[in-house]
C-alpha cells in the first residue's frame, strides 16, 4: 500500500511544467515580455486577415488525402475563428499598452530609488 499523492504537490508541479514552458529564462523583464507581446500582436493582426494562417499545425499531414480534408475543414470553420483572431488581436493590443506602462513605472521607479539613494544624509 503506497501513499495516496498528494493533489497541492501535484498541482505545483504541473504548474511548474507549465511556467517553464512558456517562458523562456530570458524573458524574465517587463521590456522583453513587452517585445514578445509586440510580435504576438503582429502575428494576430497578420492571422486575422488570412483564410489560412502561416504555420497553421492542424493542417500538417504527411498523407495528402488527409492534408486535403484538413483544408477544407478549416476554410468551412474559418469564418468563426476569424472573430476570435482579431479578439485575440485586441486582447494582445491592451497587453502592449499595459506593458508600455509596467516599463514606465519600472523606469520612474528606478529614477527614484536612485534620487531617494542620492540624497541619502547617512550615505556622505
Not at 60 to 72: A, E, H, M, N, T
Not at 89 to 95: F, I, K, N, R, Y
Not at 98 to 104: F, I, K, Q
Amino acid at each position: 500500500m503506497g501513499a495516496e499523492p498528494d493533489p497541492a504537490t501535484d498541482a505545483l508541479v504541473r504548474q511548474l511544467y507549465w511556467e517553464q514552458r512558456g517562458a523562456p529564462p530570458g524573458a524574465l523583464g517587463a521590456a522583453d515580455v513587452r517585445e514578445r507581446l509586440i510580435e504576438f500582436l503582429a502575428q494576430m493582426r497578420t492571422d486575422q486577415n488570412l483564410v489560412i494562417p502561416y504555420g497553421e499545425p492542424t493542417l500538417s499531414s504527411p498523407s495528402g488525402w488527409k492534408r486535403r480534408v484538413k483544408y477544407l475543414i478549416f476554410r468551412l470553420g474559418r469564418p468563426v475563428s476569424w472573430r476570435y483572431d482579431r479578439l485575440v488581436g485586441d486582447l494582445a493590443h491592451l497587453s502592449v499598452g499595459l506593458a508600455d506602462r509596467l516599463v514606465a513605472a519600472e523606469t520612474e521607479l528606478a529614477r527614484l530609488r536612485e534620487r531617494v539613494e542620492g540624497s541619502d544624509p547617512g550615505s556622505t
